[in-house]
């Protein structure tokens, strides 16, 4: 009789543990640090008509897991997570066969092994990089020794045009080496770099998509030095005009810019450039009306800025006198401006006056034409855009 129920203990053990064994989803509705708050919500839950509620532990965080129902089907138990989702707002299904921590460790071995690659593959293409400036660097040294032969005497013309035949080809092979290497360099990054650092690559485009912007002007204000050859014409004629005697014989004059421009828009502009032509006897003045278009190049801090002007008078200035002289200038030209800041850019700027006048009432074209080059600094004030 003893051991009959020995047996049959033994056969409601077995029962018992491929029970649990066949049950690997458990529904979670808790977690906790120590086994005796776990022990106590899965009573709780019992008492509330869950008698299948019990807790497990999971060594690999070091948390008492509380669930409420355990099955056989995961979609029984997902099905079931939806249906207490009002009561459990936060339950969840547990594989036991694959808890989480497993997927994570899986996952972090992946970003390890793509990290340790990455860091391999920069390390031979800065190698590889360095071996295109070392032959670069050689290269240019054998391009000096050619010039230096070039300039040699007639006398040693053959032993030069040889040594300078075998330098050529020298350089020829160099540069299939770099070639090659730049090809090299091309498809380990398609074929390892691309595939295994798409994070970092993609990183990369984001920041040389980024460039500079120029942001939208409302007024600016320029200023710099400029070189003229304008006045070439103009100031023997003026100095006839107004019986002055003492002309200045200077071919080049030199003087400054101030300019203002104000935005009609994003990129049409309208303005009034001032030239100002000092000397020791009497100082020149060119007030220029302007409208120009701006544009930026790309994604560059690069913005080119076509125009046209007109002038219609020239101011002498002479001790305390000021006349004007019956010019009128039609000045294209082109200004390339470079962004530093927002609010700050050196710009240069090029204008070819075509020099027309009155002469006894009778409009006229100058035989020569003249141009002007100035170059300085341009403030841009942007306002409440």
């Given at each position: 009789?003893?051991?009959?129920?020995?047996?049959?203990?033994?056969?409601?053990?077995?029962?018992?543990?491929?029970?649990?064994?066949?049950?690997?989803?458990?529904?979670?509705?808790?977690?906790?640090?120590?086994?005796?708050?776990?022990?106590?919500?899965?009573?709780?839950?019992?008492?509330?008509?869950?008698?299948?509620?019990?807790?497990?532990?999971?060594?690999?965080?070091?948390?008492?897991?509380?669930?409420?129902?355990?099955?056989?089907?995961?979609?029984?138990?997902?099905?079931?997570?939806?249906?207490?989702?009002?009561?459990?707002?936060?339950?969840?299904?547990?594989?036991?066969?694959?808890?989480?921590?497993?997927?994570?460790?899986?996952?972090?071995?992946?970003?390890?092994?793509?990290?340790?690659?990455?860091?391999?593959?920069?390390?031979?293409?800065?190698?590889?990089?360095?071996?295109?400036?070392?032959?670069?660097?050689?290269?240019?040294l054998l391009k000096d020794e050619i010039g230096r032969l070039s300039q040699n005497s007639e006398q040693q013309d053959e032993l030069r045009q040889n040594v300078i035949s075998e330098l050529k080809d020298t350089i020829a092979i160099l540069e299939k080496n770099i070639?090659?290497?730049?090809?090299?360099?091309?498809?380990?990054?398609?074929?390892?770099?691309?595939?295994?650092?798409?994070?970092?690559?993609?990183?990369?485009?984001?920041?040389?998509?980024?460039?500079?912007?120029?942001?939208?002007?409302?007024?600016?204000?320029?200023?710099?030095?400029?070189?003229?050859?304008?006045?070439?014409?103009?100031?023997?004629?003026?100095?006839?005009?107004?019986?002055?005697?003492?002309?200045?014989?200077?071919?080049?004059?030199?003087?400054?810019?101030?300019?203002?421009?104000?935005?009609?828009?994003?990129?049409?502009?309208?303005?009034?450039?001032?030239?100002?032509?000092?000397?020791?006897?009497?100082?020149?003045?060119?007030?220029?009306?302007?409208?120009?278009?701006?544009?930026?190049l790309g994604n560059a801090p690069l913005r080119i800025n076509p125009f046209i002007s007109v002038a219609t008078e020239v101011l002498w200035v002479d001790g305390e006198n000021t006349m004007a002289g019956r010019y009128v200038f039609y000045a294209p030209g082109l200004?390339?401006?470079?962004?530093?800041?927002?609010?700050?850019?050196?710009?240069?700027?090029?204008?070819?006056?075509?020099?027309?006048?009155?002469?006894?009432?009778?409009?006229?074209?100058?035989?020569?034409?003249?141009?002007?080059?100035?170059?300085?600094?341009?403030?841009?004030?942007?306002?409440?855009?």
């Amino acid at each position: 009789m003893r051991q009959l129920k020995l047996l049959i203990a033994a056969f409601l053990f077995v029962i018992f543990t491929l029970s649990v064994n066949a049950q690997p989803f458990y529904l979670v509705v808790a977690s906790h640090t120590s086994e005796a708050p776990a022990k106590a919500v899965a009573e709780k839950h019992r008492a509330t008509g869950f008698v299948n509620a019990g807790y497990i532990y999971a060594p690999d965080i070091k948390h008492y897991r509380v669930y409420i129902k355990q099955y056989n089907s995961k979609n029984k138990a997902h099905a079931d997570r939806k249906t207490f989702s009002s009561k459990f707002p936060g339950a969840w299904v547990l594989d036991k066969n694959n808890p989480p921590s497993v997927e994570v460790k899986k996952q972090k071995a992946s970003v390890d092994s793509t990290q340790v690659a990455i860091k391999n593959l920069d390390a031979v293409l800065s190698a590889t990089m360095q071996q295109v400036e070392d032959l670069k660097l050689q290269i240019a040294l054998l391009k000096d020794e050619i010039g230096r032969l070039s300039q040699n005497s007639e006398q040693q013309d053959e032993l030069r045009q040889n040594v300078i035949s075998e330098l050529k080809d020298t350089i020829a092979i160099l540069e299939k080496n770099i070639s090659e290497l730049k090809s090299d360099i091309q498809n380990d990054a398609e074929e390892k770099y691309v595939k295994k650092g798409d994070t970092v690559n993609f990183a990369r485009k984001a920041v040389d998509a980024e460039g500079f912007i120029f942001e939208k002007s409302k007024f600016t204000l320029s200023l710099g030095p400029v070189k003229s050859f304008v006045l070439n014409d103009i100031e023997p004629q003026m100095s006839t005009y107004f019986n002055i005697d003492t002309p200045l014989s200077n071919k080049i004059f030199y003087g400054f810019q101030l300019a203002g421009n104000f935005y009609l828009s994003e990129n049409w502009k309208a303005g009034i450039d001032l030239f100002i032509y000092p000397s020791k006897t009497r100082s020149y003045l060119f007030p220029y009306l302007n409208i120009g278009y701006s544009k930026q190049l790309g994604n560059a801090p690069l913005r080119i800025n076509p125009f046209i002007s007109v002038a219609t008078e020239v101011l002498w200035v002479d001790g305390e006198n000021t006349m004007a002289g019956r010019y009128v200038f039609y000045a294209p030209g082109l200004d390339l401006e470079w962004g530093l800041s927002k609010s700050t850019s050196l710009f240069v700027n090029y204008r070819h006056n075509i020099n027309t006048y009155f002469e006894n009432d009778v409009y006229k074209l100058a035989e020569t034409q003249h141009s002007n080059l100035s170059f300085g600094v341009r403030f841009n004030f942007h306002g409440n855009n």
